[in-house]
């Protein structure tokens, strides 16, 4: 429910904070006032957009915030659960402020939003009703929600149904796509072929241009390699240029303190390290050695790994950077060649699934279209029973299914709306025969069976919908929308005195101006005010006692009728 609204600098609203309570809230006031702008700054808050423009003359920015309770409305907390947007003591900020320079700031909780998110939330929050809105019912997208939104039991059905349809269209989707590939696949074929070919033949093996070019770089440099060992040999051995090597160094050391040992202990350890020094020093002679005696420089077998780090070169510049990059295009080409090799039986495959998903489609579709017409009947019998008690005798209204010439998202059915005002003429497609009035009932009339059935946004907002009526049908009206906020928080902007006088909160709307500029106030009537008001909007400027008398007569009948409609309601 929409508890309060705050607007700065909208327009005709310098700022505004009015406070709104459950039931019927009406706004009347003289036309000009900026009644509208009102409506347009919730707007705003519900995601419609926004221009520069309206900001007021004079300022930089507007800014328009609404706070929301949320009691038991369980789809707005899932819904801001999945936009991280956190929730306490059921209370909801929505704020949004513009800038002359463009800037769009949206925030919820303090979380800054964008404005898809929030025309997403608005859905949940608000259902705004005016004269231009009538012409939704004749959207195909709309008349089936209503429709579906009046059953509990289409619901689960409708799921079924669509889930069999998406799984239809999109096996024929990937058919579709298959057959028109299949033009490139011989093409593609020749290609993949030769690349496995090429790849295939090269015998890779893992991380084997790493040891390749690890062995070719040690073959390349033999001659140095050569002339390391030697003359580390030497320096450890002995030989022709050093005839005392390090070994013999160590002996000889060895000897000495062996020999000084005799007279002094003091340096048994330092013979101990020299020892053992000695003994790896000589391991690892023996492995220069050995190292050296192995090393043969092969003229042969440096061209035989060169020619081979050439294919490896040739094909990682193809395929990929690496050795790993070459082996994993040629996996991916191999399973492309097997689907594409396995073309027919792949497309036979489809063609069965396609099969059995359309005949699953359309056993969900005709479940649904049973439940569907069980429910249009008894939703166009509501609704046609609302357009009674507005005033319109011989209305006849209809929710007509007929067969869809194919399958689609909503169905295996087409939905109208048929509708006929006047005895003798059968119904006809309401956007064909209905008048604007006319129009404007049979959606008041849905909006008073949705309202019943709670499955429309916690707070709605009548517009001015009352324009070109009067009289008896005003009266009409009235009750309906009274009995809408019997189930729903409404504001409503009216200047019939029929309507006003169902308010359980009436605010009124003037304007004031001071020096060169104009401003919209908004408060709240007392009783007495209430009552003055009445008689304004039903006798013009001039009120009389009479038309006191007959305003307080208005709102003494408009409680009883209230009493009666939310008592019928509780039940």
Not at 112 to 134: K, M
Not at 544 to 566: C, F, P, W
Request: aromatic share 4%; with cysteine.
């Amino acid at each position: 429910m929409l508890k309060t609204l705050t607007v700065w600098n909208f327009a005709l609203l310098e700022h505004v904070q009015i406070e709104f309570d459950k039931g019927l809230n009406i706004l009347t006031g003289e036309t000009g006032a900026g009644k509208s702008i009102l409506i347009d700054s919730l707007g705003a808050i519900l995601g419609q957009r926004m221009s520069s423009e309206l900001i007021r003359t004079g300022c930089d920015w507007l800014r328009v915030e609404a706070v929301f309770t949320l009691e038991g409305q369980s789809a707005v907390r899932e819904f801001l659960a999945q936009q991280a947007v956190t929730m306490e003591d059921d209370v909801l900020i929505i704020t949004r402020q513009i800038t002359r320079g463009g800037k769009n700031m949206i925030l919820i909780n303090g979380c800054h939003v964008t404005l898809t998110v929030l025309r997403a939330l608005g859905v949940f929050l608000v259902d705004i009703h005016g004269q231009n809105e009538n012409l939704a019912l004749l959207q195909t997208g709309n008349q089936f929600a209503l429709l579906d939104g009046s059953d509990e039991r289409l619901i689960p059905l409708l799921e079924d149904y669509q889930q069999s349809y998406v799984r239809w269209t999109g096996h024929q989707k990937e058919l579709a796509a298959k057959e028109d590939a299949a033009r490139d696949y011989a093409q593609r074929i020749d290609m993949l072929r030769w690349q496995d070919k090429e790849i295939s033949e090269a015998k890779l093996q893992d991380h084997e241009d790493e040891e390749l070019e690890q062995e070719i770089r040690k073959l390349t440099n033999a001659e140095k390699i050569a002339g390391y060992v030697e003359a580390s040999y030497e320096l450890l051995d002995g030989g022709d240029k050093m005839p005392l090597g390090v070994l013999g160094a160590l002996a000889k050391i060895k000897q000495n303190l062996e020999a000084l040992s005799r007279f002094d202990a003091s340096l048994d350890e330092a013979r101990k390290m020299v020892e053992d020094a000695s003994c790896q020093l000589q391991e690892t002679s023996y492995e220069v050695r050995d190292y050296g005696e192995s090393l043969a420089f092969e003229p042969q077998r440096l061209d035989q790994l060169q020619s081979r780090m050439d294919v490896i070169y040739r094909l990682r510049k193809k395929y990929g950077a690496t050795l790993a990059d070459v082996q994993q295009h040629h996996a991916q080409v191999k399973e492309e060649l097997a689907a594409m090799e396995n073309y027919d039986d792949d497309i036979l495959a489809l063609k069965k699934a396609i099969a059995a998903d359309h005949q699953a489609a359309l056993a969900a579709a005709a479940v649904l279209t049973e439940q569907r017409t069980t429910a249009a009947a008894e939703l166009s019998h509501e609704i046609e029973q609302q357009l009674l008690a507005l005033g319109m005798p011989n209305a006849r209204f209809l929710l007509k299914l007929s067969p869809a010439p194919e399958l689609t998202m909503d169905g295996a059915e087409q939905l109208s709306m048929l509708f006929s005002a006047n005895v003798g003429e059968a119904p006809k497609p309401v956007q064909k025969v209905a008048s604007g009035g006319e129009l404007s009932r049979i959606a008041l009339a849905v909006k008073t069976v949705s309202a019943a059935r709670g499955d429309t946004a916690s707070s709605m907002v009548f517009d001015e919908i009352d324009t070109g009526i009067g009289g008896r049908t005003a009266q009409m009206v009235a009750e309906r929308i009274a009995q809408v906020a019997a189930y729903k928080q409404v504001l409503c902007i009216t200047h019939l005195p029929q309507i006003a006088c169902m308010a359980d909160v009436h605010l009124y709307i003037s304007k004031r101006v001071s020096g060169e500029q104009t401003s919209t106030e908004v408060r709240r009537l007392s009783p007495g005010e209430q009552v003055s008001e009445i008689a304004r909007m039903a006798s013009g400027v001039d009120v009389t006692a009479a038309s006191l008398d007959n305003a307080r007569e208005m709102l003494d009948n408009a409680k009883l009728k209230k009493a009666k409609q939310r008592g019928s309601a509780k039940e």
